[in-house]
């Protein structure tokens, strides 16, 4: 997982050359601010089981998603995926 600063997005793979973009306001539903780029790559690694489940599963729903295919994630797709006994809540780094 990396962050493009160009497209305000975090970026990872998923499957054979595919892209999943998340971009920074739809991590607010969770962080419960706009976060900061460090704070939207801190929330994906905690919850990175949950972001790769959504993204699979919406690699599924779509047609035509082949090599090279490109997509987006909205909180929507990412709540579905978290866990609730895990929380949703965002924990700053200095109380992990």
Not at 24 to 37: D, E, N, S, V
Not at 51 to 68: F, I, P, T, V, Y
Request: glycine letters at 8%; hydrophobic letters at 40%.
């Amino acid at each position: 997982m990396h962050w493009r600063a160009d497209l305000d997005a975090l970026q990872f793979p998923v499957g054979e050359g595919r892209s999943c973009f998340i971009h920074r306001l739809a991590f607010r539903k969770f962080l419960g601010r706009t976060p900061t780029p460090g704070q939207c790559l801190q929330f994906a690694w905690r919850y990175s089981a949950a972001l790769k489940d959504a993204a699979e599963q919406r690699c599924a729903n779509l047609r035509d998603a082949g090599h090279g295919w490109n997509f987006h994630l909205t909180s929507r797709d990412i709540a579905r995926n978290l866990d609730p006994n895990q929380g949703s809540a965002f924990v700053p780094e200095s109380r992990l």
